[in-house]
T-cell receptor
């Protein structure tokens, strides 16, 4: 199946700093990528939809100025957590859509990034 | 909100078939049924998806009722490595996957 690479796998940062997470589709072009956040023992929560070459669409309650998303190419989307706060500590996961199939599209996920803000 | 209902948890003996049910009574005609699973601290893994016909691949089988209001994911010979949270998702092309709480499957020897 298609591969989505997410980097880094985990990161520890100090409060007030910024952290960038990369999501790459390795063997397909992804015009659309999605960013999720997952807190312990909870399900994935959609944060935003990222479209190549245009502004991201954020879900209600997600601060667009805090979670900066850039999707500059068909294979790369980045999520930057700005002015990180301990409350931002979470598991962040990206997803990319491979819409080449005729029998419905497939969405593949990165391995996730565990962010810990001290 | 998720449009599916799944049991919170299920147990299965290693080597036996695991049958995971999912109700999606409000599914629309252009929506597919997708199944993903998530092992602790990893990203979700695609398992299978279907529209109205039963589907089978190397991982599992998907049985969709004729009225499409429910489905069952079948893992034919469960192993310990199949212990995970399984998500049944109703999905329309071009949109994001919306996750519910899923079913925690525990496979024991």
């Amino acid at each position: 199946g298609a591969v989505v690479s997410q980097h880094p796998s985990w990161v520890i940062c100090k409060s007030g700093t910024s952290v960038k997470i990369e999501c790459r589709s390795l063997d397909f072009q992804a015009t659309t990528m999605f960013w999720y956040r997952q807190f312990p023992k909870q399900s994935l929560m959609l944060m935003a939809t990222s479209n190549e070459g245009s502004k991201a669409t954020y879900e209600q309650g997600v601060e667009k100025d805090k979670f900066l998303i850039n999707h500059a190419s068909l294979t790369l989307s980045t999520l930057t957590v700005t002015s990180a706060h301990p409350e931002d500590s979470s598991f962040y996961i990206c997803s990319a859509r491979d819409g080449q199939g005729r029998r419905g599209e497939k969405l593949f996920f990165g391995s996730g990034t565990q962010l810990s803000v001290l | 909100d998720a449009k599916t209902t799944q049991p919170t948890s299920m147990d299965c003996a290693e080597g036996r078939a695991a049958n995971l049910p999912c109700n999606h009574s409000t599914i629309s005609g252009n929506e597919y049924v997708y199944w993903y699973r998530q092992i602790h601290s990893q990203g979700p893994q695609y398992i299978i998806h279907g529209l109205k016909n039963n589907e089978t691949n190397e991982m599992a089988s998907l049985i969709i009722t004729e009225d499409r209001k429910s489905s069952t994911l079948i893992l034919p010979h469960a192993t310990l490595r199949d212990t995970a949270v399984y998500y049944c998702i109703v999905h329309q092309a071009g949109t994001a996957l919306i996750f519910g709480k899923g079913t925690t499957l525990s496979v024991s020897s």
